[in-house]
């Protein structure tokens, strides 16, 4: 398999973006500051044996070449006292695997660190920091997917030889990004051991041990909004708004020894918290249609209006839609590439030939030339025969939730079953459509009707197509989170 390095632009995004927060600390980021490469952030630390929320800023910035990035922080908690300044640099490295679309990237630590915590009258000096980090990506035309383990030991040093505080890490961090949305959470669990000295005459140290796990979540999402008209003389009803920001979240449980003038006790310190910080979002208004064959009360309605404004789905001539006419081939086509924005760097071009020598019914001039020749590179869509796409053809529902699942990259799932599914039609549902038909509609994405069948060899009509692009939506935006957000911050439990 060939191997290469990326271009220094994507490591160095992979070292910003491979995690909740910039970095590896277990603290979630915010706005962006008017100093350039500054962000607001939040951090709690334990080495008093309680939880102290930690603000200020964090400063970002790496070499040309992307193999390095270095973060500062500076931080304070003026209630308690407390005040943190720490100085770390990354060197990073990473590889691509040009025909699996995977990437593998590991994280080192120049030893030139330093961070230092006052927490009352007590200083904490970092003398020793121990990391490393490894992990993938798998870069699929709809989405990326991603996931890292780090870990690490930190020992600091309590007022010079008063005491010490070790802290072992260890982190797992699971992600994706698309178009829509992006989430990154990452568990982090502390181990941290309280060495001290219970005489000023002591020589050896004692020892006390507490735990904190840490979830750490970052998601961003752009969310779809209507907003109507407010004056009664105006062309046009409403329109939508695409509103994009990020929310950003800790989670933590603790159970750590208190201490009484930095020697731990017999007592403990036992709880849990969490809080985030929100971004401004930011805005994009959306073009307005006034659709003439379609009724506001009608079953597709909203879905329709939100595809056309997104520009996923044209329109039939002006002003009108044609609901109930069959959603073609290339039209489908057309509509994956918008609704994924498979025009942006994540699509992967998996055949090494020329795309005419695929499809003799696809030339330049077609009008959906473009979107056929991206779909069917990837891999996503194929054509009706070896050298036939069939742009003009109409597809069924069943090869609409295939071709959605293949670019999602999920046609191998084993959680699925590729034998039956649960409709009462299963009969006519054809062995090929079986596990993609099951995974679209655990996804949401196709639905049964009031009869629970699925009629998988239905032609799609553009009404019904508007509302499974709909739902794609809603799965890449909120969906997917679930798994990788509320059930993590939540610890599973």
């Known amino acids: 398999m060939k191997k290469f390095t990326i271009a220094a632009i994507f490591i160095y995004t992979l070292c910003i973006f491979a995690y909740a927060a910039p970095g590896y600390e277990p603290g979630i980021s915010g706005d962006i500051t008017p100093k350039k490469g500054e962000l607001k952030y939040s951090e709690t630390v334990f080495l008093s044996g309680e939880p102290i929320i930690l603000e200020g800023i964090i400063k970002i910035s790496g070499d040309n070449k992307g193999t390095k990035t270095t973060l500062e922080y500076k931080l304070a908690n003026t209630q308690k006292a407390a005040a943190l300044t720490r100085k770390v640099t990354f060197l990073n490295s990473t590889s691509s695997d040009v025909l699996e679309n995977q990437s593998t990237y590991s994280t080192?630590?120049?030893?030139?660190?330093?961070?230092?915590?006052?927490?009352?009258?007590?200083?904490?000096?970092?003398?020793?920091y121990l990391f490393s980090r490894s992990g993938n990506t798998d870069g699929r035309d709809v989405i990326r997917y991603l996931?890292?383990?780090?870990?690490?030991?930190?020992?600091?040093?309590?007022?010079?030889?008063?005491g010490e505080i070790v802290v072992d890490i260890n982190s797992h961090l699971y992600g994706y990004n698309n178009y829509w949305?992006?989430?990154?959470?990452?568990?982090?669990?502390?181990?941290?051991?309280?060495?001290?000295?219970?005489?000023?005459?002591?020589?050896?140290?004692?020892?006390?041990?507490?735990?904190?796990?840490?979830?750490?979540?970052?998601?961003?999402?752009?969310?779809?909004?209507?907003?109507?008209?407010?004056p009664q003389d105006i062309s046009f009803a409403g329109g939508y708004i695409l509103k994009e920001g990020e929310e950003n979240i800790v989670s933590y449980v603790f159970d750590v020894?208190?201490?009484?003038?930095?020697?731990?006790?017999?007592?403990?310190?036992?709880?849990k918290n969490s809080y985030k910080l929100v971004t401004m979002p930011v805005q994009t208004r959306l073009l307005s249609n006034n659709i003439?064959?379609?009724?506001?009360?009608?079953?597709?309605?909203?879905?329709?209006?939100?595809?056309?404004?997104?520009?996923?789905?044209?329109?039939?001539g002006a002003d009108y839609y044609r609901p109930l006419s069959f959603m073609s081939r290339g039209e489908f086509a057309k509509a994956i590439v918008k609704v994924s924005d498979m025009n942006g760097p994540m699509v992967k071009q998996t055949k090494p030939v020329a795309f005419e020598q695929y499809y003799t019914d696809v030339d330049k001039n077609h009008p959906y030339y473009e979107y056929?020749?991206?779909?069917?590179?990837?891999?996503?869509?194929?054509?009706?025969?070896?050298?036939?796409?069939?742009?003009?053809?109409?597809?069924?529902?069943?090869?609409?939730?295939?071709?959605?699942?293949?670019?999602?990259?999920?046609?191998?799932?084993?959680?699925?079953?590729?034998?039956?599914?649960?409709?009462k039609d299963d009969a006519s549902v054809q062995l090929w459509a079986k596990k993609p038909?099951?995974?679209?509609?655990?996804?949401?994405?196709?639905?049964?009707?009031?009869d629970n069948e699925i009629e998988p060899n239905k032609m799609l009509t553009r009404a019904e197509c508007a509302a499974m692009i709909n739902r794609f939506i809603r799965y890449l935006q909120y969906d997917i989170r679930q798994g990788y957000r509320e059930d993590m911050i939540n610890f599973g439990r």
């Open 181 to 230: 949305s992006s989430t990154e959470t990452a568990i982090i669990k502390h181990s941290v051991t309280y060495r001290y000295k219970d005489a000023v005459s002591a020589s050896v140290y004692k020892e006390a041990f507490g735990t904190v796990e840490y979830a750490v979540s970052n998601s961003s999402v752009k969310a779809i909004q209507y907003v109507s008209s407010g």
């Open 292 to 316: 003439k064959d379609i009724s506001a009360s009608y079953w597709a309605a909203e879905d329709i209006k939100r595809v056309t404004s997104l520009g996923i789905i044209s329109m039939s």
């Open 147 to 162: 996931n890292s383990d780090w870990n690490g030991r930190k020992v600091y040093l309590r007022n010079g030889d008063q």
């Open 108 to 128: 080192s630590i120049d030893p030139k660190f330093s961070e230092t915590i006052q927490i009352g009258s007590n200083t904490f000096e970092m003398k020793e």
């Open 437 to 450: 038909i099951n995974i679209a509609h655990r996804m949401g994405i196709i639905t049964g009707n009031a």
């Open 257 to 271: 020894p208190k201490l009484n003038a930095g020697i731990p006790t017999t007592a403990r310190n036992k709880g």
């Open 372 to 423: 056929i020749s991206k779909i069917a590179s990837s891999g996503a869509m194929e054509g009706i025969s070896k050298n036939r796409f069939g742009p003009d053809e109409y597809l069924t529902k069943a090869q609409a939730a295939a071709i959605i699942v293949r670019a999602l990259g999920l046609e191998n799932s084993s959680t699925e079953s590729g034998t039956a599914t649960s409709f």
